[in-house]
């Protein structure tokens, strides 16, 4: 059964940082977009970050930039999310998600319509 598994969510207090990881099972995240999404309470899903499938090109949203690294271990088969100077508006459920297409292509798009195969989902929450 395809899988995606996150981990490495909890409770940080501002300023610090947590690293989440994605670890997919019965498939294989090389040579395919891959991205975080995260999504508030009452908010829509929103794109955090994510890699394209040739793994030289990365999109971070704008809240993010300087902040979070997203990477992967083609070994291990898993994807992570460094997230360093957490703030209280980082507090959300976040999700790893993988396209469904295995290519050589070379952007990927922080919408969640193009991803194919999704997380259930780690809670981050950043309070003092």
């Known amino acids: 059964q395809l899988q995606l598994v996150e981990s490495g969510g909890g409770l940080v207090q501002p300023g610090g940082s947590l690293r989440l990881s994605c670890a997919a099972s019965?498939?294989?995240?090389?040579?395919?977009?891959i991205g975080w999404f995260r999504q508030a309470p009452g908010k829509e899903r929103e794109g955090v970050s994510c890699i394209s499938s040739t793994g030289d090109s990365t999109t971070y949203a704008d809240s993010v930039k300087g902040r979070f690294t997203i990477s992967r271990d083609h070994a291990k088969n898993i994807m992570y999310l460094q997230m360093n100077s957490l703030q209280p508006e980082d507090t959300a459920v976040y999700y790893c998600?993988?396209?469904?297409?295995?290519?050589?292509?070379?952007?990927?798009?922080?919408?969640?319509?193009?991803?194919?195969?999704w997380g259930q989902g780690t809670q981050v929450t950043v309070s003092s």
């Open positions: 998600a993988a396209d469904k297409f295995s290519a050589n292509f070379r952007s990927c798009a922080l919408a969640p319509g193009r991803y194919d195969y």
């Open positions: 019965e498939f294989t995240l090389n040579f395919r977009r």
